[in-house]
T-cell receptor, first 113, second 116 residues
Framework: KNQVEQSPQSLIILEGKNCTLQ??????????LRWYKQDTGRGPVSLTI?????NTKSNGRYTATLDADTKQSSLHITASQLSDSASYIC????????????FGSGTRLSIRP | DTEVTQTPKHLVMGMTNKKSLKCEQH?????MYWYKQKAKKPPELMFV???????INESVPSRFSPECPNSSLLNLHLHALQPEDSALYLC???????????????FGPGTRLTVL
């Protein structure tokens, strides 16, 4: 069964600190993996997208990694800011259907001053 | 322009009302999607349009009726909804609707629907 699991469910860190969010997936065959940021009550915004051959992708203070062998991905946030408080969702596309993407349950990140 | 717009932002309706949600994109995308998202849950796919034709209906109740008038517009017509239909309704679009290496879905800001 195609699944995406994220950890931790929630995380609280102090402003300026770094953090890493985890994503494990069992989606096969694999097409690509994306990380989205979703503010409360708003639509998800794409941060990074990686295909099978990519190991790392950066977008400002966000760096995503992908290990296609172990089917794991991480999102590292550097020098966190209050505006980083949001849910971060890992989304995997099976190669058979880019329409039916598989969502993880998300990590709710809170940045405290 | 990587923007998907949705109107209205908020909608409150009674169970006997008929209303519509609207979505628009001008990125030339040929696939458009409706999702339903409950609080603290990931989005759930409802419908997919590919080249203005309905390609996926995830067994959604008939009180939700999608419409794609053209490649830029997507509507969701609502009739006789139930209180449990209250949720954030998200529209998304993507460049193609079939398997692709980097086919990213761009989401709109959503419509917060409350059914009384």
């Amino acid at each position: 069964k195609n699944q995406v699991e994220q950890s931790p469910q929630s995380l609280i860190i102090l402003e300026g600190k770094n953090c890493t969010l985890q994503c494990n997936y069992t989606v096969s065959p694999f097409s690509n993996l994306r990380w989205y940021k979703q503010d409360t009550g708003r639509g998800p915004v794409s941060l990074t997208i990686m295909t099978f051959s990519e190991n790392t992708k950066s977008n400002g203070r966000y760096t995503a990694t992908l290990d296609a062998d172990t089917k794991q991905s991480s999102l590292h946030i550097t020098a966190s800011q209050l505006s980083d408080s949001a849910s971060y969702i890992c989304v995997v596309s099976p190669y058979s259907s880019a329409s039916k993407i598989i969502f993880g349950s998300g990590t709710r990140l809170s940045i405290r001053p | 322009d990587t923007e998907v717009t949705q109107t209205p932002k908020h909608l409150v309706m009674g169970m006997t009302n008929k209303k519509s949600l609207k979505c628009e994109q001008h990125m030339g995308h040929r696939a458009m999607y409706w999702y339903k998202q409950k609080a603290k849950k990931p989005p759930e796919l409802m419908f997919v349009y590919s080249y203005e034709k309905l390609s996926i209906n995830e067994s959604v109740p008939s009180r939700f009726s999608p419409e794609c008038p053209n490649s830029s517009l997507l509507n969701l017509h609502l009739h006789a909804l139930q209180p449990e239909d209250s949720a954030l309704y998200l529209c998304a679009s993507s460049q193609v609707g079939t398997a692709s290496g980097t086919d990213t879905q761009y989401f709109g800001p959503g419509t917060r629907l409350t059914v009384l």
